[in-house]
């Protein structure tokens, strides 16, 4: 049983870490949740879907849950989505619920439940991640009878981690490794990134017009990109060069 | 600056190793209450040995600010001798991986940027010892941080509930490419070790 439990989880893991499309991680998030009674999930922003940076927030939810949470703003006021805001590690959706009636909640924010089990939605899982600055992010899994027992719960957030660090990861292109460049190649690539024209960095360096596009052609070539312009904007965003912007 | 002290007794060393047992002290029994012996302020056990190695970071004014403990799997570990029950297929055994523990960070520099010198400090150790893989029994959430800085860290057992919080067991390869990755995300430039102390008459030279 324990065997089970963490070959499941590090079978996961294996496909997080690897994954070159989101929807790898989609369709075995999907079939690895169905074993622990989940057949709804969000990893992302904890904000409103109009909201959501591109690339983030993936969706697995029940048909139409998805349109009626929108269109009536549930993220605002949902407790379970307040919880994770708060940092306060993971939980379940009922813990969320007595705490927002001890607290008083709106008519509103407790709403959320009774409209979430329209959609077979009891009970679930909410757990804070590190959050893509300045966003507060988090994963949140639900079904009809979902497995909240300490091992379930356990199973739930080390998915949950490798989820969210997985598309994460898919994202922001994370798993592409910088190349290296030589120290003239950066010089060259800073003052591309400048507007620089080859001629002008050739009297900056104090190299001709053909050197300078041999170390432009080079940086391309290393970036995978055809123009001079692409690298610097990948330059940028792996932090090879400070961003001109 | 960081220090990488080879041995636990480094006679060159006292009062760096000193002010890393006390801040062990302060981070695991004062402030996260763990149930471990601690000897006049200071914090060590039988994994603290000749053997060890350990990253200990310096602020301006000296003080000790960040450590973590790295230890050989060929040899007894907290893995083998405590925790052998996190890790399905018993616990690593390879003079090649190092287990990683006691890694700790003073309270008031939490938010700044010892954890990424520190994180690029461990692999820079690791690639001068020529080890290849690193180890370790970690909460979830510091496992989630470790991901975040480019470590590809994999479960080796199933996580369990210890003093309140989740944690598993993982591990994670150590090479450039990690390295180079883990330097880009914390825009660090060069080595983050900056003097490394070799036990007396260690004949290796690292």
Known sequence: MRRNRFNKVSAFAEICLKATRSHDIKSSLTVTLRDAGVTSWYVGPLVHESDLPVGLGQFGLAPGWQEQYAEARHCEVDPVFLHAKRREGPSTWGACRERAIREGASRRALQVFDEAEEFDLLDGFIMPTLGTHPLVDGVTFGGLDPDLSTDGLLDMQMIGTYAYEGFRRLAEGFNRVSPYLTPRELEVLRWSAEGKTAWEIGEILHIGVRTVRTHQTSIKEKYGVSTIVQAAVRAALDGTVAAPF | ?206
């Not at chain 2, 060159?12 to 601690?38: P, Q, T, Y």
């Not at chain 2, 390295?179 to 260690?202: D, F, K, N, V, W």
Request: hydrophobic share 40%; charged share 25%; proline share 5%.
């Open chain 2, 1 to 206: 600056m960081i220090h990488l002290i080879a041995g636990a007794t480094n006679p060159n060393c006292r009062e760096l190793l000193a002010g890393m047992f006390r801040l062990r002290h302060d981070v695991f029994i004062k402030e996260k209450h763990w149930n471990i012996k601690s000897y006049n302020g200071l914090e060590f056990d039988q994994f603290d040995t000749e053997e060890t190695l350990y990253l200990v970071e310096l602020d301006e004014a000296g003080a000790v600010v960040a450590t973590v403990r790295m230890n050989p799997t060929d040899r007894p570990t907290l893995f083998s001798e405590v925790f052998a029950d996190m890790c399905h297929g018993g616990p690593p055994k390879c003079p090649k991986t190092w287990e990683l523990t006691r890694g700790a960070i003073a309270q008031n520099v939490r938010k700044s940027l010892h954890f990424g010198r520190i994180e690029c400090a461990t692999i820079e150790a690791a690639l001068l010892w020529g080890v290849t893989k690193a180890c370790g029994i970690f909460g979830v959430d510091l496992l989630m941080k470790k991901m975040r800085c480019g470590l590809d860290a994999k479960p080796i057992g199933q996580p369990r509930m210890i003093d309140g919080e989740s944690h598993v067991a993982a591990e994670f390869a150590m090479n450039g490419d990690v390295l180079q990755r883990t330097r880009t995300l914390y825009r660090i430039t060069g080595p983050s070790i900056e003097q490394i102390h070799l036990m007396p008459g260690a004949r290796r030279a690292a």
